[in-house]
């Protein structure tokens, strides 16, 4: 049997980096898999091509199954990767990139063995410099706002400037030019834009409202 991965005509990435696709990556909770394909849709009508749909509730996986099979035209990521069984689970769902709160020696072993491109989590220089040591130039800064916010990815450009971030974690739509003002910051993480009602409601107007304002940000 063909595997949804295999099938699907994938999103393409830019040249050589994640960060480059969107100022603002959607970070999505689907608790009901029947939102997830208008909601992927609504994003992508609002100008945000690219979803993160976090692994935190039991169908995200269905969910991200979902998305690949019926809305080709967005870069599919699957978000809160903590263990390697769930980074080749995402993998085998159709995800097109993986997303980390964390980032264990196993773990990024994992998502390196998987091939595609992923964002490996960190909120200190120690976790920083391990992430440069296997290869990996571009990484999730989590919890963004508890973990130092802005002024801690200005402090950390001039002794690290090999690293490149995606803050997520805090960050709302009036926070995020701050961070995208930085030279070290390629985009954000939002979970604003798909507010809990709105899904609830079935209001992919407004998502696509939400998805247009943070599109502007680029």
Not at 81 to 97: D, L, N
Not at 144 to 155: I, T, Y
Request: include cysteine.
């Amino acid at each position: 049997m063909t595997s949804t991965s295999e099938t699907r005509t994938p999103a393409p990435l830019p040249p050589g980096s994640l960060l480059s696709v969107a100022p603002v990556v959607p970070v999505v909770v689907i608790d009901d898999v029947t939102h997830a394909v208008p909601l992927a849709r609504a994003l992508v009508a609002g100008g945000l091509p690219i979803i993160e749909v976090t692994l935190r509730t039991p169908v995200a996986l269905e969910a991200v199954r979902a998305i690949a099979d019926e809305v080709p035209e967005i870069l599919l990521g699957a978000g809160t990767v903590c263990t390697p069984a769930q980074a080749e689970a995402a993998a085998a769902a159709g995800s097109q990139f993986l997303v980390s709160p964390g980032a264990t020696p196993g773990l990024l072993d994992a998502m390196l063995g998987t091939g595609l491109p992923f964002l490996p989590g960190t909120s200190s220089v120690s976790e920083v410099l391990t992430v440069l040591e296997a290869g990996v130039t571009e990484m999730k800064f989590f919890p963004a706002e508890a973990s130092g916010g802005a002024p801690w990815l200005k402090a950390v450009s001039a002794p690290v400037p090999a690293a490149r971030f995606c803050p997520t974690g805090g960050i709302t739509a009036a926070s995020a030019p701050a961070y995208l003002a930085l030279p070290n910051v390629g985009c954000v993480g939002g979970s604003w834009l798909t507010p809990k009602d709105a899904l609830e409601q079935g209001d992919w107007d407004r998502v696509a409202r939400l998805a247009g304002e943070a599109a502007a940000l680029g």
